[in-house]
């Protein structure tokens, strides 16, 4: 490589220009921060499946979400791509057994948002440029020294390595997080032994504005409502069984999705091109460090079982602008040792009622807990005819309980 060359001072650098790199880069360049973002990838590679957040897949946005989304000014511009949920329905196969949530009983509009994320990443790399950000793709982190100042970012650009200079370095590069990597700190991770497929459907008799999760017996299938008849898919498979699946012919695919779906929405009858991701959960046990925040996937990588993973990310964003500001309007070091405790104290409330919510529901429900499955479609029944209850589940997924 060549010798460090363009130098350059932000208060600010992001490694990871993924939906919470954006979207952070965005709300804090609004504040008057000088931010860089480092990216490895250039955008047309982001559409890449596995490669990032923006890569296509259809991401379910709680209520809680686009509230911050709007009060950060960005929920205009994806709105016109957003299709409602007004109405989830939860079942299980071969039990009876199911909970419906409905927006108007929330009295909400929408109990989320739908949004196609490969059309996500325009609107946001334009946002944070608008705003004054300096993103710089392809822009692969290196390492980083942390000083008595602030902290020097070494990273390729091509051939050249680049230095920027910042008071603090915020690291969303998702869930094998090199930045994390470096610090060497403990990870915890969980191996579902799960593969999602995902891919666009077709049905017979479309739901307007109903998403469905379907738990069986190997994990959930959802169905995320994309307009008409098209719905996106989440098949949550056993590793094992993705290959087969995989190989069918796409007339052979839909009927086996149907033969475990149900045809509560009739026939399914076309289906788009079929991707995978492994489903492995990895939460990081430290999430700050001198000079340095982790954050969104690279914090905590979650199972996509309830849609909760950019949810939880958008309220530590949330977080870090609120300390970040306070920070600065009282002259204090934004990179200092006590923002850091403070950020880090501050979500962890969160975590600890999200990630064992997340793992009850991705594992709970399959035959890797030998409940019967009576007691399983009991659960589902009983958080349905118990409206107190039914009410403190959906404001938690909705991400409105604080
Ligand atoms: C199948 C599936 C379905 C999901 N559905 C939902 C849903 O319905 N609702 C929901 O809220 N969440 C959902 N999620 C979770 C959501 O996608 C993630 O929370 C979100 O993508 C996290 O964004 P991120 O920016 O932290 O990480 P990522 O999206 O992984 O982005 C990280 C970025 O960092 C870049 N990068 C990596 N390494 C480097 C490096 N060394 N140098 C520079 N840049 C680097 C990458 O190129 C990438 O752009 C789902 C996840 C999956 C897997």
Same mark, same amino acid.
């Given at each position: 490589?060549?010798? $460090?060359?363009?130098?350059?001072?932000?208060?600010?650098?992001?490694?990871?220009?993924?939906?919470?790199?954006?979207? !952070?880069?965005?709300?804090?360049?609004?504040?008057?921060?000088?931010?860089?973002?480092?990216?490895?990838?250039?955008?047309?590679?982001?559409?890449?499946?596995?490669?990032? %957040?923006?890569?296509?897949?259809?991401?379910?946005?709680?209520?809680?979400?686009?509230?911050?989304?709007?009060?950060?000014?960005?929920?205009?511009?994806?709105?016109?791509?957003?299709?409602?949920?007004?109405?989830?329905?939860?079942?299980?196969?071969?039990?009876?057994?199911?909970?419906?949530?409905?927006?108007?009983?929330?009295?909400?509009?929408?109990?989320?948002?739908? !949004?196609?994320?490969?059309?996500?990443?325009?609107?946001?790399?334009?946002?944070?440029?608008?705003?004054?950000?300096?993103?710089?793709?392809?822009?692969?982190?290196?390492?980083?020294?942390?000083?008595?100042?602030?902290?020097?970012?070494?990273?390729?650009?091509?051939?050249?390595?680049?230095?920027?200079?910042?008071?603090?370095?915020?690291?969303?590069?998702?869930?094998?997080?090199?930045?994390?990597?470096?610090?060497?700190? *403990?990870?915890?991770?969980?191996?579902?032994?799960?593969?999602?497929?995902?891919?666009?459907?077709?049905?017979?008799?479309?739901?307007?504005?109903?998403?469905? *999760?379907?738990?069986?017996?190997?994990?959930?299938?959802?169905?995320? $409502?994309?307009?008409?008849?098209?719905?996106?898919?989440?098949?949550?498979?056993?590793?094992?069984?993705?290959?087969?699946?995989?190989?069918?012919?796409?007339?052979?695919?839909?009927? &086996?999705?149907?033969?475990?779906?149900?045809?509560?929405?009739?026939?399914?009858?076309?289906?788009?091109?079929?991707?995978?991701?492994?489903?492995?959960?990895?939460?990081?046990?430290?999430?700050?460090?001198?000079?340095?925040?982790?954050?969104?996937?690279?914090?905590?990588?979650?199972?996509?079982?309830?849609?909760?993973?950019?949810?939880?990310? !958008?309220?530590?964003?949330?977080?870090?602008?609120?300390?970040?500001?306070?920070?600065? &309007?009282?002259?204090?070091?934004?990179?200092?040792?006590?923002?850091?405790?403070?950020?880090?104290?501050?979500?962890?409330?969160?975590?600890?009622?999200?990630?064992?919510?997340?793992?009850?529901?991705?594992? %709970?429900?399959?035959?890797?807990? $030998?409940?019967?499955?009576?007691?399983?479609?009991?659960?589902?029944?009983?958080?349905?005819? !118990?409206?107190?209850?039914?009410?403190?589940?959906?404001?938690?997924?909705?991400?409105?309980?604080?």
């Amino acid at each position: 490589m060549n010798n $460090p060359m363009d130098d350059s001072a932000v208060d600010v650098a992001i490694v990871g220009g993924g939906p919470v790199g954006a979207i !952070l880069a965005h709300v804090l360049a609004r504040e008057g921060f000088a931010v860089m973002v480092l990216e490895r990838e250039t955008p047309p590679a982001q559409a890449v499946v596995g490669v990032s %957040g923006f890569d296509g897949r259809a991401i379910a946005l709680a209520e809680g979400g686009r509230r911050l989304l709007a009060g950060w000014g960005l929920w205009e511009a994806l709105q016109a791509q957003a299709e409602p949920i007004e109405r989830i329905h939860v079942n299980l196969r071969g039990a009876l057994g199911a909970a419906h949530f409905n927006a108007d009983e929330e009295g909400v509009s929408a109990l989320g948002q739908v !949004l196609d994320s490969a059309q996500m990443a325009p609107v946001l790399l334009q946002a944070a440029r608008d705003s004054g950000v300096d993103w710089r793709a392809p822009a692969a982190y290196v390492a980083h020294e942390v000083d008595a100042s602030g902290v020097t970012v070494r990273y390729a650009c091509g051939d050249a390595e680049q230095r920027v200079h910042a008071r603090l370095l915020v690291a969303a590069d998702g869930a094998g997080s090199a930045v994390r990597t470096a610090l060497g700190g *403990e990870v915890q991770g969980r191996d579902y032994g799960q593969t999602a497929i995902l891919a666009r459907v077709e049905v017979e008799h479309a739901a307007a504005r109903t998403a469905f *999760e379907r738990f069986t017996e190997e994990g959930p299938i959802a169905l995320l $409502p994309m307009g008409g008849q098209r719905y996106s898919l989440v098949w949550v498979t056993a590793t094992d069984e993705v290959a087969a699946r995989l190989a069918l012919s796409d007339a052979e695919f839909l009927a &086996q999705l149907g033969a475990r779906f149900g045809m509560r929405l009739g026939r399914f009858v076309a289906v788009g091109a079929r991707s995978i991701y492994a489903l492995r959960t990895t939460t990081s046990e430290q999430i700050t460090a001198p000079r340095l925040v982790i954050l969104g996937n690279a914090a905590h990588a979650l199972h996509p079982v309830a849609g909760q993973g950019l949810n939880l990310c !958008l309220r530590d964003i949330r977080a870090l602008l609120g300390e970040l500001s306070q920070a600065q &309007q009282e002259g204090r070091d934004i990179g200092g040792a006590e923002v850091m405790a403070a950020y880090a104290a501050s979500r962890a409330p969160d975590y600890a009622k999200s990630y064992p919510v997340m793992d009850v529901l991705a594992r %709970g429900f399959t035959d890797a807990v $030998p409940v019967p499955k009576l007691f399983k479609g009991l659960a589902l029944a009983a958080l349905d005819a !118990l409206p107190p209850l039914r009410k403190r589940f959906v404001r938690q997924m909705m991400g409105l309980n604080g």
